[in-house]
């Protein structure tokens, strides 16, 4: 970092005033993008980061989604225990699934990623008993936050707006993680077998190990940005972890820029928007959806956030 | 990122701006599937919906002269997009109301959303007991569709009256709705047929691509009747393979396709190819020779509004639902929603098939479909139902 400006904390202060704005529908939005931003981030510990391109991000997503409606709801787990458990289990099965994923490089890697995500979204289908099957889970509960009507100037706001605030903390929260990670030794080892897998074997990194970590922090923050998505769509679905959910995740971070640490969260937010927006005003939205996916691909290769620092290095330089 | 979101809140706002103006009408959110697959049923579902309206709007509205107007949002067939359409509806437009989805998944998860922002939700297609499963159940969810037990049951009816049939045998998918049709059908046909044995159950699963292996260890068993309820493209895949095997000869044609198998855009996918003389359901048909008049006067209403000679059956789903809404509206004589979902509880009126209630006790309507014969008439280019029957369901709801 050149030079230091706090931005998780000018964006978390930013976004907080959302709720402000009057309409319940911006705070709704909101509370969706930080989520999806949460979600594309942690892809990015394995795409943007390790050089490691997984088609399956969607099945840690869904476990941990699955993991806190369950035991919110069923079994009645208070919120913080089912969201520190949603991402606890999600972290597990990446490091399941991971083990045999790192075996593999490129293009079979990303196949296994996928396959291992498909199996997933199988059991979630086919496990009536536990999952609710094709139907999934709804009605999932939204956390007793009546603890915040005693902090002054909150009070007054709805449950879903507190669940907001809520939200934003805890991705704040993970993207503090998420920063000192990726600045730490281990990030930088991380970006070093990216740039050059076997120079970093030969420096006597255990590249497959810490692939594998990466694997599971990825994982872990999924399965919380996953907790977090359930319970604000109220109810989980097989459809969560289905390879579509996979590829939307990855179109962020494309779209994004995977190059930057800012860059899938800004992601979200613009696919988030477009998909508002333009499916408010056809039904023809894939080809609109497309065409400007093609040329933002296309006029940004870096992504949006890659183009607007080569940008702004450019009029510095000016 | 904050110059950007504010930029989308100003684009939402500008899209917020026209509707403020007509604060007049009463406005109808529709959640429905009108991209992929799915849409091939959502899309003449949702015409359905706007020929009711534009019919109630013609006939000078609801509630002295306050216009009906639908608002569409496609639902992708995915649950979550339909949860986050439903909310962008209720929060951004300001729906009044909200009727559609159409999967399993979809409307069980919308419920809670209409729950928690106290909005009547009506489902014109869902079929899931699920829906209103007494822990589910709220007082502002309503289902004009069919169900999964009165499917199955209807089909146990059907089943029971075929002549020389001991062996009963079913083909359902792997998943919810083939799984919960299956146990309908088995557990009224043993009520209504002690003597029947159920030889094969065959589950495959769904988007199965070849049915050979199921239907060869099914006619293995050698049963004498089959009920499935593979729906939509699944059942055309299916018969496609089934038919040179011989399978439905083997039967002797006692095969009882739930899950709209008589349905005419199957007839029509299938053209000479279907299996005729099976028996098979639909919402709805465009021959029903016996059938009221307001009936007869529908179909021939839907031809010019559709412009199709033989048109689809689905639009009375959302015309049922839209009607449901309508007589909740007048009876109430009020759009606060809290109203309009008493006035519903028991609610009568008249759809194009005949009388339809909803019942107050579990907010499900009587919603049967039309069974019947599947035979090739030189009429059509495509099977068509014969001597339809419209089986009407309340005696065998629980």
């Keep these: 970092m050149t030079h230091r400006i706090p931005w998780i904390l000018i964006v978390f202060l930013a976004a907080l005033c959302v709720p402000w704005l009057g309409s319940r529908f911006y705070t709704f939005l909101a509370t969706d993008i930080a989520i999806l931003a949460l979600f594309a981030m942690s892809l990015n510990l394995l795409l943007g980061y390790t050089g490691l391109v997984s088609f399956g991000h969607a099945a840690y997503f869904g476990i941990g989604a699955y993991t806190c409606a369950i035991l919110m709801q069923t079994a009645g787990v208070p919120f913080v225990f089912s969201f520190a458990a949603a991402g606890l289990v999600a972290g597990f099965f990446a490091l399941v699934f991971g083990v045999f994923c790192v075996r593999l490089t490129k293009i079979y ?8 995500a498909q199996i997933t979204w199988a059991i979630c289908f086919k496990w009536n008993d536990v999952t609710g099957g094709e139907q999934g889970f709804s009605g999932v509960p939204l956390p007793d936050l009546s603890l915040m009507a005693a902090i002054p100037g909150l009070g007054g706001f709805r449950p879903p707006e507190r669940f907001y605030f809520v939200v934003l903390a805890l991705v704040a929260l993970s993207f503090v993680v998420l920063r000192r990670i990726v600045e730490s030794p281990f990030g930088r080892m991380l970006t070093v077998i990216r740039e050059n897998p076997e120079r970093a074997e030969f420096i006597g990194l255990h590249v497959r190990r810490y692939e594998l970590a990466a694997f599971v922090l990825a994982g872990l923050f999924a399965g919380l940005a996953g907790a977090l998505f359930g319970i604000f769509n109220r109810g989980v679905f097989p459809d969560l972890l289905y390879w579509t959910k996979s590829a939307e995740v990855l179109i962020m971070t494309l779209l994004g820029g995977m190059g930057s640490f800012w860059g899938p969260a800004v992601g979200a937010l613009v696919l988030t928007l477009l998909n508002q927006q333009i499916t408010a005003y056809t039904q023809y939205w894939p080809l609109v959806l497309g065409s400007v996916l093609i040329v933002l691909l296309f006029v940004f290769p870096g992504g949006i956030v890659g183009a607007l620092s080569a940008a702004a290095r450019r009029l510095r330089r000016a | 990122m904050r110059v950007r979101r504010l930029l989308g809140a100003a684009c939402a706002f500008a899209g917020v701006l026209p509707f403020a103006a007509a604060a007049q009408d009463i406005k109808v959110g529709f959640p429905m599937i009108l991209s992929g697959p799915g849409a091939l049923s959502g899309e003449p579902a949702l015409r359905g919906a706007e020929m009711l309206v534009e019919e109630v709007n013609a006939a000078g509205g609801v509630l002295n002269g306050r ?67 007494p822990d589910k159940l709220h007082p502002y969810v309503f289902r004009t569709a069919s169900t999964t037990t009165i499917e199955g049951r209807s089909a146990a009816e059907l089943a029971a009256k075929l002549p020389n049939v001991k062996r009963v045998a079913t083909m359902t998918q792997d998943y919810a709705y083939g799984q919960d049709t299956a146990k309908a059908f088995l557990d009224h046909l043993k009520k209504l047929r002690p003597d029947i044995e159920v030889v094969d159950q065959q589950w495959p699963k ?42 439905f000869d083997a039967i002797k044609n006692n095969f009882i396709g739930a899950g709209e198998a008589g349905a005419i855009e199957t007839a029509k996918a299938m053209g000479s190819d279907y299996p005729a003389g099976i028996w098979a359901n639909s919402y709805d048909i465009s021959n029903w020779e016996s059938g009221p008049q307001s ?13 199709d000679e033989n048109p689809s059956s689905w639009p009375i789903t959302g015309y049922v639902a839209m009607q449901a809404l309508v ?19 028991d609610i009568t009126f008249d759809a194009p098939t005949g009388q339809i209630t909803l019942r107050g006790k579990d907010h499900n309507a009587n919603r049967g479909q039309f069974w019947g014969l599947m035979v090739m008439d030189p009429k059509y280019p495509f099977a068509v139902m014969a001597e339809a029957n419209y089986l009407e369901p309340t005696k065998f709801m629980d």
């Design chain 1, 109 to 116: 890697f990303a196949m296994l990623t996928l396959a291992f």
């Design chain 2, 67 to 133: 216009k009906l107007r639908l608002i569409a949002r496609d639902t992708k067939g995915a649950a979550d997009e339909a949860v986050r359409v439903a909310r962008e509806m209720i929060l951004k437009d300001e729906v009044n109301f909200l009727v559609g989805t159409f999967t399993s998944a979809e409307g069980p998860a919308v419920s809670p959303i209409a729950k928690e922002n106290q909005i009547v939700f009506i489902a014109p297609v869902t079929k899931t007991d699920q829906l209103t499963a």
């Design chain 2, 327 to 345: 007589a909740g509206i007048k009876k109430a004589n009020s759009i606060d929603s809290d109203k309009v979902a008493k006035a519903l509880l």
């Design chain 2, 295 to 307: 009936h007869k006067d529908y179909i021939a209403r839907l031809r010019k509004f559709t412009k």
């Design chain 2, 206 to 247: 769904l988007g199965e691509a070849d049915y050979t292996p199921f239907i060869n260890a099914q006619m293995a068993k050698k049963p004498d009747a089959v009920f499935s309820s593979l729906w939509g493209g699944h059942f055309v895949t299916f018969a496609k393979q089934a038919k040179p095997l011989g399978y």
